[in-house]
């Protein structure tokens, strides 16, 4: 139990560290940081619960109450964290708007002067003319700014698949960090099952189990062991067929 919430200790300060990263530079940390935070957050999810499954099984009640005090802090700290992660994407993405409408306006010449709409007084003013005498007006008061509504057109779609691309950046670098994250618990749980075969060899030497039960479990070990390398190589194959495809 005490490794569990050693881990969970060391979980928490690692996240606490990257929240505080992502806040000091919002627009520049990378989108893999979002993605690291968030498997982050799911690992010491996790955890959280096996140690609190461990602690539901403890005989002492002095521990039991120290470990249920330790469980409560941990889950407040996680909901703390999540709620700060929230906060700071929403932050970013609208900071990242800001940017990307002040870019926009900063490409438009005389946007000091120019309202969002350039032709709304133009429209306004001859809308009781007749139409022969409102399009020339228009066209040279187009001209005259250095911008028509085809370019402005032509940048929002720009802006728009520029968006699209760093939506889709930070999916892949979540998805890649989250497969991380699983591998990491795979080669826990494999240290974890490996301690515990030994201690299970030990022990049924000492109560003289059977030199054939011995070979049956090792044999369900090096099966294991197959189905847990197999397992990581269908994880690899299918990372690299769901970046082949989204590219």
């Avoid at 709304?120 to 066209?139: D, E, I, V």
């Avoid at 700014?145 to 929002?156: C, K």
Wanted: charged share 25%.
């Amino acid at each position: 139990m005490n490794v569990l919430f050693n881990s969970a200790l060391k979980q928490s300060s690692s996240v606490r560290k990257d929240l505080d990263a992502f806040a000091e530079a919002p627009l520049s940390s990378p989108p893999a940081l979002q993605g690291q935070i968030s498997a982050s957050l799911t690992s010491l999810s996790r955890t959280i619960d096996d140690y609190h499954a461990l602690a539901r099984r403890e005989l002492i009640p002095e521990k039991q109450q120290k470990a249920f005090e330790r469980v409560k802090n941990f889950r407040a700290d996680l909901v703390d964290y999540r709620e700060r992660l929230d906060r700071l994407k929403k932050d970013r993405e609208q900071n990242v708007v800001a940017a990307n409408r002040n870019e926009l306006l900063g490409r438009r010449p005389h946007h000091s002067s120019t309202p969002e709409n350039p032709y709304a007084n133009s429209s306004s003013s001859l809308g009781g003319g007749g139409g022969s005498q409102a399009s020339p007006f228009r066209l040279s008061n187009a001209s005259a700014l250095g911008a028509s509504p085809a370019d402005y057109g032509r940048e929002r779609h720009a802006m728009r698949e520029r968006s699209f691309a760093e939506s889709t950046n930070a999916q892949l670098d979540e998805f890649l960090d989250r497969g991380r994250a699983v591998l990491g618990d795979l080669g826990q749980q494999r240290e974890i099952l490996k301690n515990t075969r030994r201690k299970l060899y030990s022990a049924a030497t000492t109560l003289g189990i059977s030199g054939d039960t011995i070979r049956m479990v090792e044999r369900r070990a090096r099966q294991d062991k197959w189905i847990f390398w197999t397992s990581v190589v269908v994880f690899f194959g299918l990372c690299y067929l769901v970046l082949r495809w989204l590219r």
